[in-house]
Structure formats: C-alpha cells, structure tokens
C-alpha cells in the first residue's frame, strides 16, 4: 500500500521561508516513479509546482522558478520542496504526488498541507 505523508505547511509573512516534506511508503524511488510536488489554491485547478523528471532532472512551474527548490533523500524515501521568497499568491494546499510508470501509469496523492502566507 503506497503512502504519501506531508508535512511542514503552516503561515508564512511573505518573503519567508518553509519547507515541505513527503515521505513515502510502499515505493522505492526509481526510475519509474516521478515524484513532485501540486498545489491547489481555493477556486483553482490543482497545478504542477515541481516535479522529477524521469531524466532526475527537475521542472519547475514558472511562478516559482528561482524561489523553489525540489530535493530528495533515497535512503528515507523522502521529497522536500524548499519555498523560498514566499508571496501571498503561493497560499494553497500543497499535494505530495507520485507516479509509478509501468503498463499503466498508477497516481498517489498525499492528503494535502496547507501553506499560507500573508502580506
């Protein structure tokens, strides 16, 4: 059974600073498995923040490039997203994801932790 806990969300002034963990079980990290991170601000469509390609290298949504840094821990199965200069239109609720490739691709979501920064 795959599990994805987040944790590190909370409230923010802007121009702080928070950083986001997932820890995963029921998958090695691979190179079949995309891990990333989504967020999903009220009355929005969850939207792609960050994410491993399946290269390792690493996509980042335009609005946070330069502010956002994805890293991972392989031996604790762990993805962190360091956010940095926060800005008030950061505030959403940030999902944990991962994809496991093979004949059919399988998607887990993290239950979701809110990040909110204020001006």
């Not at 800005?87 to 944990?96: F, H, L, M, R, S």
């Amino acid at each position: 059974q795959v599990q994805l806990v987040e944790s590190g969300g909370g409230l923010v002034q802007a121009g702080g600073s928070l950083r986001l963990s997932c820890a995963a079980s029921g998958i090695i990290f691979s190179s079949n498995v995309i891990m990333g991170w989504y967020r999903q601000a009220p009355g929005k469509q969850r939207e792609l923040v960050a994410v491993f390609t399946g290269r390792g290298l690493t996509n980042y949504a335009d609005s946070v490039k330069g502010r956002f840094i994805l890293s991972r821990d392989n031996a604790l199965n762990t993805v962190y997203l360091q956010m940095n200069s926060l800005k008030p239109e950061d505030t959403a609720v940030y999902y944990c994801n991962a994809d496991v490739l093979g004949t059919t691709t399988r998607r887990y979501w993290g239950q979701g932790t809110q990040v909110t920064v204020s001006s």
